[in-house]
Structures are given as C-alpha cells and as structure tokens.
C-alpha cells in the first residue's frame, strides 16, 4: 500500500519561504514521477510541479515558475518543494501524489493515483 505523509506547511508572511517534504512508502520510490499539487477554498485542485522518476526533468505551473523549486532523494523517498517569495495567492493546502504507472511526470491530477493528506500553507499579506 502506498503512503504519503506532507509536512512543513505553516503561516509565512508575504515574501517568505517554507519547504514542504512529502515522505513516500509501500513501492520502489525511485521508479516513480512524484507531484505537487493545492486547492484553495472554493476553487479546484490545481497542478504546481512534478518531479520524473530520476529527478532530470521537471515541470510547473507558470503561476509558480522561478519561485518553486521541486526535487527528490530517492535514498529517503521522499520530495521536496521549496517554495520562495510567496504570495498570499499561494495560499491552499497542498498535496503531494504519485501515479502508478512507472517513470513519467504529469500536470494532469487524473493521472495521479495516490495522494497524501495535504498541508495547509497560509500566506498573510
């Protein structure tokens, strides 16, 4: 059974910085593309970045692009988002997920199979 665990949401003020980590199990965690993912309040889930099975290719959204940074360390299992210069926009809970097919990255949330529980991230103007 795979499992994600999110961490390191918080409250951040606007221009701030914060890490999310989301900590994988149940599978061969480098055989697998990894996503990040929020939903803000009354809007849908929308895609932020994702990771490939080694790391060599990634991919984000244009509303976060050159802000967010994502990254893996298939000897922890576990992805990271390192999120800068954030913008009360930005605020959401955030999700990190992973499909079952092996090695490519997607923007598509149906393409996602597994999903952690989210971590909130507030960002205060």
């Known amino acids: 059974q795979v499992q ?7 409250l951040v003020q606007a221009g701030g910085s914060l890490r999310l980590s989301c900590a ?15 939903q803000a309040p009354g809007k849908e889930r929308e895609f932020v ?25 298939n000897a922890k299992n576990t992805v990271y988002l390192q999120m800068n210069s954030l913008k009360p926009e930005d605020t959401a809970v955030y999700y990190c ?3 079952r097919a092996q090695f490519s990255a997607y923007r598509d ?17």
């Open 4 to 10: 994600l665990v999110e961490s390191g949401g918080g």
């Open 24 to 38: 994988a199990s149940g599978r061969t965690f480098s055989m697998y593309a990894m996503g990040w993912f929020r």
């Open 49 to 73: 970045a994702a990771i490939n099975w080694s790391g060599g290719s990634t991919y984000y959204a244009d509303s976060v692009k050159g802000r967010f940074t994502i990254s893996r360390d």
């Open 109 to 125: 949330h149906k393409r996602y199979d597994y999903w952690g529980q989210g971590t909130q991230v507030t960002v205060s103007s």
């Open 97 to 99: 997920a992973t499909p």
